[in-house]
Antibody, heavy 118, light 111 residues
């Protein structure tokens, strides 16, 4: 059974940092691109970033470029999102998702809430 | 990259069929057959129900079907059931970004 479990969310002040983690199991993690997708309260979904199977390439939505870094550790079956210089508009539930095709996420974690507020 | 346009809400009675639209441009929905649909119940993670315009993953009810015409993709739910009450999100590949693009989301109410 494919499982994705996020952790690391919480309340942080504007300008602060957080590191999200996603523990994967039930599939060969190193064979898949992975993504972070977020959902602001009452809003739709938004791709934040994705990363190639071997971590050799990463892509970001313009609003987080230079502030967020996606990474992975295939030996630990883990995906990460380092979030710096956080802003109020980054407040959202962040989901870890497995990429199974072009712009296609076939499995999702339960999400972790990030709240940026003073 | 702007979000794809979906109606904010759609409603129907049990047993009826409803259709949700997802409108983009020739750079995304209209140009490629990489449209997906996700169902999301309140407080839960999204679940993939349609991929590549009209394909259903294993285990997804055949009451869900997808199609596309021009720049608009559609999700049809036939034989509407109470459990279908949820948010539905479309997504598409886009040539404008290295990431995909999601729709604005549609809340389905079962009357």
């Amino acid at each position: 059974e494919v499982r994705l479990v996020e952790s690391g969310g919480g309340l942080v002040q504007p300008g602060g940092s957080l590191r999200l983690s996603c523990a994967a199991s039930g599939f060969t993690f190193s064979s898949y691109w992975m993504s972070w997708v977020r959902q602001a309260p009452g809003k739709g979904l938004e791709w934040v970033a994705n990363i190639k199977r071997d971590g050799s390439g990463e892509y970001y939505v313009d609003s987080v470029k230079g502030r967020f870094t996606i990474s992975r550790d295939n030996a630990k079956n883990s995906l990460y999102l380092q979030m710096n210089s956080l802003r109020a508009e980054d407040t959202a539930v962040y989901y870890c998702a497995r990429d199974s095709g072009i712009a296609l996420e076939d499995y999702w974690g339960q999400g972790t809430l990030v709240t940026v507020s003073s | 990259q702007s979000a794809l346009t979906q109606p904010a809400s759609v409603s129907g009675s049990p047993g009826q069929s409803i259709t949700i639209s997802c409108t983009g441009t020739s750079s995304d929905v209209g140009g490629y057959n990489y449209v997906s649909w996700y169902q999301q119940h309140p407080g839960k993670a999204p679940k993939l129900i349609i991929y590549e315009v009209s394909n259903r993953p294993s285990g997804v009810s055949n009451r869900f079907s997808g199609s596309k015409s021009g720049n608009t993709a559609s999700l049809t739910i036939s034989g509407l059931q109470a459990e279908d009450e949820a948010d539905y999100h479309c997504s598409s590949y886009t040539s404008s970004s290295s990431l995909g693009v999601f729709g604005t989301g549609t809340w389905v109410t079962v009357l």
